[in-house]
Structures are given as C-alpha cells and as structure tokens.
C-alpha cells in the first residue's frame, strides 16, 4: 500500500513533524528521502530493502555509482537523493569542528576530526588544517587539483589558502583510496617539499597526514618532520 493511503499517525513525513525527527528509524529517514517507492513497494519497503542491502549510511556512502545500480529499481534520481545527503551530513560535520576550533595537540587530534570524513573517499582528497599561533583550527580547506606526483601546483594552492587565513602553521591530510596509509616515495617527496616551502614562508609544516581504512601515518609520529 502507498504511504499516502497510510493512516497518518503512520506516515514518516507526518510523524517526523509531530514528534521529531530523532524519533525516526534509519527506514524512516531514508523513506523520506526516497519520497516515492517503486512498483510493488512503498518508500518504507524499498528503505528497509536498501538498509538490509548496504547495512548502514556509512556504507552507503563508501560505495560508487556501479554498487547502487546494481540494487533493482533504484534509478539515479533516487541514487542522487541519497549520496547527496550523506554528502551534507558530512559537510556540517566538517563545519561544526570549524565552528568550535579546537586545539590540535597531536596526530590523534587530526585522526578524530577527518578520519571519518576521509577513509571513505574514492578518489584521493587533499585538505589542510590552518592553524592559529595557540595551534587552534582557523580553517579546514579542500585542494582541489593535482596529485602527489605533481607536487609544485598543490604546494602553490595550499600556502595561498594558509596566507589568505593568516594562518601560523598547518597540517597537511590526505587518503590512500587503497587503505593502506604508508607513505609511498612520492608522498615523502612531496612532504620534503612542504616543509621546505614553509620555512621560507614562515608558515610551519606540523605535519602530514596519510588517512587509510582506520588508521593513519603521521610524518610527525614517524620522526620524519622535525
């Protein structure tokens, strides 16, 4: 039966606005993201078959666009619907540590704030921690282009981003989309270069960060930045 023949103590929709949405399952949240269901089930049914497919959100969001076609009757609008959300809900997470700027004392410190938004990613992602005389967060900033074997135009971007913030020092962070967090000869290559640049700009490399599956490599930690 369609929601929407539903008694409407029943509906998603209707019961998030009565009661709140922290009153809603995962089923429920994610029907009212779907909206409409598709031939033989409702938004709920085809929710909590998802749910059973992929076991939670953050697996969902680990996944590329070939898994979820795989799922029958899931189009690209729904798929869109759902990855567009979970791609929010790790936005305002990044925002709310930006809000409080917490002191970063060591690796572990870094790990907590973006481990959970990175380990995930496909594709590899540069970000840097600026970071305020007393080592609090002033920002967190995406680099958008270029790879660790094409170190010269992510080094020039990063240390724009860090003087346009004034920023004291800074943590480099990215992902090994393979999982595996050891440094490879380009990594370090690139590390060196790093630290270099900012000795001659007065902005220090604290460290860099490679993310895998839950775990992580500290340039820091290893002795490798002095």
Same mark, same amino acid.
């Given at each position: 039966?369609? #929601?929407?023949?539903?008694?409407? @103590? &029943?509906?998603?929709? +209707? ?33 909590r078959? !998802?749910?059973? @497919? ?15 076609e ?5 189009? %690209?609008?729904? !798929?869109?619907? #759902?990855?567009?959300?979970? @791609?929010i809900?790790?936005?305002?997470n ?25 380990? &995930?990613l ?17 920002? #967190?900033? +995406? ?5 660790? &074997?094409?170190? %010269? ?21 990215? %992902? ?33 960060? #490679? !993310? ?8 820091? &930690? @290893?002795?490798?930045?002095?």
């Amino acid at each position: 039966m369609p #929601i929407n023949n539903w008694p409407k @103590e &029943d509906r998603p929709r +209707e019961k998030l606005l009565r009661s709140g949405e922290h009153t809603l399952s995962d089923s429920e949240l994610l029907a009212i993201i779907l909206r409409t269901g598709v031939k033989g089930q409702s938004a709920l049914d085809l929710a909590r078959r !998802i749910l059973r @497919e992929f076991e939670s959100f953050r697996h969902m969001g680990q996944l590329d666009l070939a898994h979820w076609e795989k799922l029958k009757g899931l189009g %690209n609008a729904k !798929i869109s619907q #759902i990855k567009a959300v979970i @791609e929010i809900a790790r936005r305002f997470n990044e925002e709310k540590i930006k809000e409080k700027r917490p002191k970063i004392k060591s690796s572990e410190d870094v790990a907590g704030i973006l481990m959970s938004r990175m380990q &995930d990613l496909k594709k590899e992602v540069f970000k840097v921690l600026l970071l305020n005389p007393q080592n609090r967060v002033i920002n #967190i900033v +995406e680099i958008g282009q270029g790879t660790v &074997d094409q170190a %010269n135009p992510i080094i020039r971007e990063i240390f724009q981003k860090a003087l346009e913030d004034s920023a004291s020092f800074m943590i480099c962070v990215h %992902n090994h989309p393979s999982g595996s967090p050891h440094p490879s000869p380009e990594d370090r290559d690139f590390t060196q270069a790093l630290v270099k640049a900012g000795e001659v700009l007065l902005i220090k490399c604290l460290d860099h960060i #490679i !993310i895998g599956n839950g775990s992580y490599f500290s340039f820091c &930690d @290893e002795g490798l930045i002095k």
